[in-house]
């Protein structure tokens, strides 16, 4: 990854033009020609540095649902644990975090009602209590991540 | 309830855009959508937020961010909404919530820090704590250690034609950066 690809990876987190030669808008800013910004944009998904070109939805607005949820896994437990939350396609992601509350991960279900239902779920097959974070509101961030 | 048309579009787009001089007239061939309509179509979904944002998502590891902290306080109700708004507008920040307190958890606020390495978080969030004056909260702070389950966004679509086919953004809270 050179200076320029670093360029293209934070001018592309800002937001990619709806229009439509959107490529040759973002490439004049950059000034690169239209066909450089297409071949590097396909080497860096290629070679693995962008997971991933498009759109991120807004789940709830989709009719989903999401929420944080926390447990406390016993250190001798800790890989059936895993195993066990993993498991639930619910679950998105799962983070093992330095904390007695050790485990957290994020729940994602096709409707409000599955939440509650996913977490009963897991309490049951891990007998542990399922802390349940579900965001009450969510502040506006303008993330970008220096490339 | 979303359009079946705008449905349509959200599902050919949701794994990525074609990387083309013309991509909103390559996904139209595919939805059988003139490019206009397309732009259209995704300009409102835009605006009115569905599409959150639309753009690269990176794989925080590969750009040298290795250390992610969630830091949580526990501060009053009447001041939470002007800290989360104090809090969101450093550029290190990468996310910030407003969550309910657990019997025993009592902590109502997020935030995430996505640092290069521990000690650069730990001073980005000394310089949070003066800025915003949350030196009197309590407070806890999480690095993760590992990640064991990350997954990208999936159109899940119901099994019967007749029922509204659900779009699940498999992406949500650390959506846009991945990989930790």
Redesign the interface.
């Known amino acids: 990854m050179d200076e320029i690809d670093k360029q293209i990876i934070n001018a592309l987190q800002d937001g990619f033009p709806i229009c439509d030669a959107p490529y040759r808008q973002v490439a004049a800013q950059l000034r690169l020609t239209e066909q450089e910004l297409i071949d590097r944009l396909k080497a860096l998904l290629d070679n693995g540095t962008l997971t991933r070109f498009g759109p991120l939805y807004n789940a709830e607005q989709m009719g989903g649902a999401l929420t944080l949820a926390a447990v406390k896994a016993p250190k001798q437990r800790f890989d059936e644990i895993t195993d066990i939350i993993n498991a639930f396609p619910e679950v998105a992601h799962n983070y093992a975090r330095s904390h007695e509350l050790n485990m957290w991960f994020v729940i994602a279900t096709e409707t409000p009602e599955q939440i509650q239902q996913t977490i009963n779920a897991i309490e049951q097959q891990t007998g542990l209590t399922v802390y349940n974070m579900p965001k009450n509101k969510e502040y506006f961030v303008n993330l970008k991540l220096e490339a | 309830m979303?359009e079946a048309r705008d449905r349509q579009l959200?599902e050919h787009?949701?794994?990525?855009?074609p990387?083309?001089?013309?991509?909103?007239?390559e996904i139209g061939q595919l939805c059988d959508m003139p490019?206009t309509e397309v732009?259209e179509r995704?300009?409102r979904l835009?605006q009115?937020?569905?599409?959150?944002?639309?753009?690269?998502?990176?794989?925080?590891r590969?750009?040298g961010?290795r250390a992610?902290a969630?830091i949580v306080w526990n501060v009053p109700d009447n001041l939470i909404?002007q800290l989360?708004?104090h809090?969101?507008r450093f550029?290190f920040?990468?996310?910030?919530?407003?969550?309910?307190k657990?019997p025993?958890?009592p902590y109502?606020l997020?935030c995430m820090i996505?640092g290069k390495d521990k000690s650069t978080v730990l001073s980005q969030l000394e310089q949070l704590i003066d800025a915003c004056g949350l030196s009197g909260f309590d407070q806890?702070i999480?690095?993760?250690?590992?990640?064991?389950?990350?997954?990208?966004?999936i159109y899940?679509r119901a099994a019967h034609a007749d029922v509204?086919a659900?779009?699940?953004?498999?992406?949500?809270?650390?959506?846009?950066?991945?990989?930790?």
């Not at chain 2, 990387?19 to 007239?25: I, N």
């Not at chain 2, 920040?93 to 309910?100: K, S």
């Not at chain 2, 498999?170 to 930790?180: F, L, M, R, S, Y």
């Open positions: 979303i959200l787009i949701q794994l990525g855009l990387v083309c001089s013309r991509p909103y007239a490019e732009i995704l300009t835009k009115q937020g569905l599409i959150k944002r639309m753009g690269v998502i990176v794989k925080h590969q750009l961010y992610n969630m909404k989360g708004g809090i969101s550029s920040v990468t996310l910030c919530y407003q969550r309910p657990q025993e958890w109502n997020y996505h806890e999480l690095f993760s250690n590992r990640c064991f389950k990350q997954r990208g966004a899940q509204r659900t779009l699940v953004a498999q992406q949500p809270e650390t959506a846009h950066i991945v990989g930790d």
